[in-house]
């Protein structure tokens, strides 16, 4: 591969350069890094779907990035908000109205059920996420603090010190 080229056609092994159209297809399996296929015309897109048999699959548009050479002057410092300088914190009450289930039901409820033979309310899913967004805004807010940008298990340890026996 020269200077000037991004990647290689998955199909044909032309070469696609920076800044250019690319094509890669809709099916996920076909997009993960093992395969990452990228295509440099849509004739090459349509000669992989025979070869992969998918279903119902199409094209994604896509801009090849800039040259490493482009985004090395132009590379723009990151500054994570402080804690001070973060935006309103939503209340209490705000994260218990985020009204989206954030727990698979079905795996909770078969999780108590195999425990201890009991059933589960509907209801528990709804506390049980809004306690889960509670605990996500005190990781993000460990998280700030240490000027990371990346939740980790060490941003949920606070728990340990709550004695919850996580």
């Known amino acids: 591969m020269s200077e000037a080229t991004w990647k290689n056609c998955s199909r044909c092994k032309k070469p696609i350069p920076f800044k250019t159209r690319y094509y890669i297809c809709s099916v996920s399996s076909c997009n993960v890094r093992n395969t990452n296929y990228v ?3 849509m004739p090459c897109f349509d000669q992989h779907l025979p070869i992969e048999r998918h279903k119902s699959a199409g ?12 985004q ?8 994570i ?3 001070k300088a973060q935006l309103s914190k939503p209340s209490n009450k705000q994260i218990s ?14 999780f108590i059920s195999t425990q201890s033979e009991f059933n589960t309310s509907a209801a528990v899913m709804d506390r049980l996420s809004d306690h889960l967004r509670h ?8 998280a700030r603090s240490d000027g990371r940008k990346t939740v980790m298990e060490q941003d949920v340890r606070f728990l340990e010190k709550l004695n919850l026996n996580i």
Not at 59 to 70: F, L, T
Not at 72 to 79: C, D, P
């Open 81 to 83: 908000p402080t804690a």
């Open 59 to 70: 094209a994604i548009d896509q801009k090849s990035p800039p040259s490493p050479s482009d």
């Open 97 to 110: 109205q985020g009204g989206e289930i954030l727990v698979i039901a079905s795996r909770f409820k078969d």
């Open 72 to 79: 090395a002057g132009s590379q723009a410092r990151r500054i």
């Open 135 to 142: 605990i996500a805004m005190q990781a993000i807010d460990n």
């Open 39 to 41: 295509f440099c015309s």
